[in-house]
């Protein structure tokens, strides 16, 4: 379920997934919604592009770090690209 910061606490939140367009980032939030996995959403900014690099903002998806293998998973299982920390996104 989508939660809020406050809920987490001091748990230690892992980045799993980027959401560059709204359809994708809603098809991310149902997936791990019917798994019942708890998450935090925010803003944020992502530099994106090819030619012409920018700032955009996106949907960055966090877990707790003991249900981030499990959602992870979920994504791949779903064809979404997961987030790998300091590299591209991996599917």
Do not use: C, W
């Amino acid at each position: 379920m989508r939660r809020d910061d406050a809920f987490f606490g001091d748990q230690e939140l892992v980045l799993i997934y980027i959401g560059k367009r709204l359809s994708e980032s809603k098809a991310v939030e149902k997936l791990l919604d019917e798994a019942g996995l708890d998450y935090l959403v925010e803003p944020d900014r992502y530099r994106g592009g090819v030619l012409f690099i920018r700032e955009l903002i996106g949907a960055f998806f966090y877990v707790t770090e003991e249900n981030a293998d499990t959602a992870r998973d979920l994504l791949r299982a779903a064809k979404h690209a997961v987030y790998v920390p300091g590299g591209q996104a991996a599917t």
